[in-house]
């Protein structure tokens, strides 16, 4: 089964869910976490020293999936190092994605013979991971000189596409 659309999991409505041992598997409240998509979180050069700092900002309080995460990061590095080399540049992925998600997948099919509950007890199975995100939060950094300052902003723009919900860049 395909990836719901990402409306479904962005409010901040519920209680969060994120527990997971790694020692005690006894306190190990949920079974079967999948695992993080997101590679990596420091792209480019570590030790860059740029004067300027542009971020992506959400507008509002929202859960970006890891996925999402992913994209954005790809899409940004993969424009940055395309149009400037990769020592002029610092990129940093800023949210972990602790909340898990869970889906309550019912037979929309005949024959289904397995599910008789319905929705009389909907949990459902965790099924991928969010980052909770506040409003005016960082999401994505890029740290770069003043002469690359549109080059930043039009990776920040593409990152924000992949994103659940509408972005801004600031600029510091």
């Given at each position: 089964?395909?990836?719901?659309?990402?409306?479904?999991?962005?409010?901040?409505?519920?209680?969060?869910?994120?527990?997971?041992?790694?020692?005690?598997?006894?306190?190990?409240?949920?079974?079967?976490?999948?695992?993080?998509?997101?590679?990596?979180?420091?792209?480019?050069?570590?030790?860059?020293?740029?004067?300027?700092?542009?971020?992506?900002?959400?507008?509002?309080?929202?859960?970006?999936?890891?996925?999402?995460?992913?994209?954005?990061?790809?899409?940004?590095?993969?424009?940055?190092?395309?149009?400037?080399?990769?020592?002029?540049?610092?990129?940093?992925?800023?949210?972990?994605?602790?909340?898990?998600?869970?889906?309550?997948?019912?037979?929309?099919?005949?024959?289904?013979?397995?599910?008789?509950q319905g929705?009389?007890?909907?949990?459902?199975?965790?099924?991928?991971?969010?980052?909770?995100?506040?409003?005016?939060?960082?999401?994505?950094?890029?740290?770069?000189?003043?002469?690359?300052?549109?080059?930043a902003k039009?990776?920040?723009?593409?990152?924000?596409?992949?994103?659940?919900?509408?972005?801004?860049?600031?600029?510091?």
């Open positions: 089964m395909g990836l719901r659309p990402a409306r479904v999991d962005r409010g901040v409505k519920k209680r969060s869910f994120t527990r997971t041992a790694l020692r005690v598997h006894k306190k190990n409240f949920i079974k079967g976490v999948p695992g993080v998509k997101i590679r990596m979180y420091n792209m480019g050069n570590k030790q860059f020293t740029g004067d300027t700092m542009v971020t992506l900002v959400p507008k509002q309080d929202v859960q970006v999936r890891h996925n999402a995460l992913e994209a954005g990061r790809v899409a940004a590095n993969a424009y940055l190092k395309k149009t400037i080399p990769a020592e002029d540049y610092f990129l940093k992925v800023h949210v972990f994605p602790h909340q898990i998600l869970r889906e309550h997948a019912q037979a929309a099919v005949a024959q289904a013979d397995r599910f008789y929705m009389a007890h909907p949990f459902g199975r965790p099924k991928g991971r969010a980052a909770r995100m506040k409003e005016g939060g960082t999401i994505i950094s890029i740290r770069i000189n003043k002469e690359n300052i549109n080059t039009e990776a920040m723009r593409r990152a924000s596409m992949k994103m659940p919900l509408s972005c801004r860049v600031v600029i510091e």
